[in-house]
């Protein structure tokens, strides 16, 4: 579960947990110290596919993956880079989370997930 900077953001019917700035206020005491120019990173916004709790179907993924870069941008002016996690699966038991946050399998097949961060960056 995200803590720091946590944000529940309804972008058409979903509800997406996402570590990001929206009027938080880490970003008003940001400019309240003169740090306001400073840009804000976003990492590790992610979903993970399988059978363990709270696990999305490979669509889900890959929507969620577009959206979270997709309102990213839309803050452009106060966000730095957005880091997606992962790249590759790390291992291949679906029932366990951290084995499924990749936008590639294990064996380097692309998920949809790949295919909607490539889409998303013009390549």
Excluded: C
Aim: hydrophobic letters at 40%.
């Amino acid at each position: 579960m995200l803590r720091r900077l946590e944000l529940t953001v309804r972008l058409g019917r979903a509800e997406h947990q996402f570590r990001a700035p929206n009027n938080l206020p880490d970003r008003g005491l940001m400019v309240a110290n003169a740090d306001g120019a400073k840009k804000i990173w976003g990492t590790e916004a992610a979903a993970y596919t399988g059978r363990a709790v709270g696990a999305v179907d490979r669509r889900t993924q890959a929507r969620f993956i577009t959206d979270y870069l997709r309102l990213w941008s839309s803050w452009s002016s106060f966000t730095g880079p957005l880091f997606i996690y992962e790249l590759r699966d790390a291992g291949t038991n679906r029932a366990n989370r951290e084995d499924n946050w990749g936008q590639l399998t294990t064996n380097g097949t692309p998920k949809p997930a790949w295919h909607a961060f490539t889409a998303a960056l013009g390549r």
